[in-house]
C-alpha cells in the first residue's frame, strides 16, 4: 500500500520567500508528526497534530512556522520569509492511533529545503 | 525522555552478526526502548522497541540489561542493505503531552562491507 509521501522533494528557495511543504500521511492515520533534520543531525520534532487538532507545537523555532492539517489528513508545513538556518530536510510522519500509546511512525521521505 | 548514548560509528562484515550498542542509564521505570534506522536518503525506518523483557521480529532482536540501564540491537546476519544511520530512543508509552514525538540523538552509523 502507499505509504506516506511528500512534496515537492527539493525545494530551493531565496532568502525572504514563503515555501509550503505537503504531506500525505497513510489513509486513515490520526496521528502526524512534523520533524527538521539538519545536516548530519537527527531528526528534531517540530509538531504533531492528532486529526484536525495540533496538540503540540513546542518544536517549532519560530513564529515563521506555521502548520495546519485542516481535515484531519493531508497537512501543510509553511514557512515564512525564510532565512539560511531554515535549510534542512522535513520529515513528516504518521501512526494509525493517538500519541499516547505506542503505534509505530511511518515517515516520509523527506522535502529537502535550501535557502540561498 | 531519559537521554541516550551511541557510539558514533561501527563496521560490519556483511553476514556476520552487527550488534550496536545504547547506554540509557537514567531510564525510568515506564519508559521503553525503540530503535529506528535511517538509510540514506530516506525517512527513518522502525525497527523494534521493548520495555525490559528482550524482543525478537524479523528484522532485528533487542537485548535490555537486567537493570535497564543499557541494550544492543542485533542485525543477526547483517547485508549491505543495513548500512544506515541507527537511533536508539528511550520514550514513555504514558500518555501525557508528550504525544508520542520521537528524540533522536545522534545515532551510530553501521557500515556494513562485502
Known amino acids: 500500500g502507499a505509504g506516506v509521501s511528500q512534496s515537492p522533494r527539493y525545494k530551493v528557495a531565496k532568502r525572504g520567500q514563503d515555501v509550503a511543504l505537503r504531506c500525505d500521511p497513510i489513509?486513515?492515520?490520526?496521528?502526524l508528526f512534523w520533524y527538521q533534520q539538519a545536516l548530519g543531525q537527527g531528526p528534531e520534532f517540530l509538531t504533531y497534530f492528532q486529526n484536525e487538532a495540533q496538540l503540540d507545537k513546542s518544536g517549532l523555532p519560530s513564529d515563521r512556522f506555521f502548520a495546519e492539517r485542516p481535515e484531519g489528513s493531508v497537512s501543510t508545513l509553511k514557512i515564512q520569509r525564510t532565512q539560511q538556518e531554515d535549510s534542512a530536510v522535513y520529515l513528516c510522519a504518521s501512526s494509525v492511533g493517538s500519541a499516547t500509546e505506542f503505534y509505530e511512525q511511518y515517515f516520509g521521505p523527506g522535502t529537502r529545503l535550501t535557502v540561498t | 525522555d531519559a537521554k541516550t548514548t551511541q557510539p558514533p560509528s561501527m563496521d560490519c562484515a556483511e553476514g556476520r552478526a552487527a550488534n550496536l550498542p545504547c547506554n540509557h542509564s537514567?531510564?525510568?521505570?515506564?519508559?521503553?526502548v525503540y530503535w529506528y534506522r535511517q538509510i540514506h536518503s530516506q525517512g527513518p525506518q522502525y525497527i523494534i522497541h521493548g520495555l525490559k523483557n528482550n524482543e525478537t521480529n524479523e528484522m532485528a532482536s533487542l537485548i535490555i540489561t537486567e537493570d535497564r540501564k543499557s541494550s544492543t540491537l542485533i542485525l543477526p546476519h547483517a547485508t549491505l542493505r543495513d548500512t544506515a544511520v541507527y537511533y536508539c530512543?528511550?520514550?514513555?508509552?504514558?500518555?501525557?503531552?508528550?504525544?508520542?514525538?520521537?528524540?533522536f540523538g545522534q545515532g551510530t552509523i553501521l557500515t556494513v562491507h562485502p
Open positions: 530512543i528511550v520514550r514513555s508509552n504514558a500518555g501525557g503531552t508528550s504525544y508520542g514525538k520521537l528524540t
Open positions: 489513509s486513515g492515520h490520526v496521528s
Open positions: 537514567t531510564i525510568s521505570g515506564n519508559e521503553y
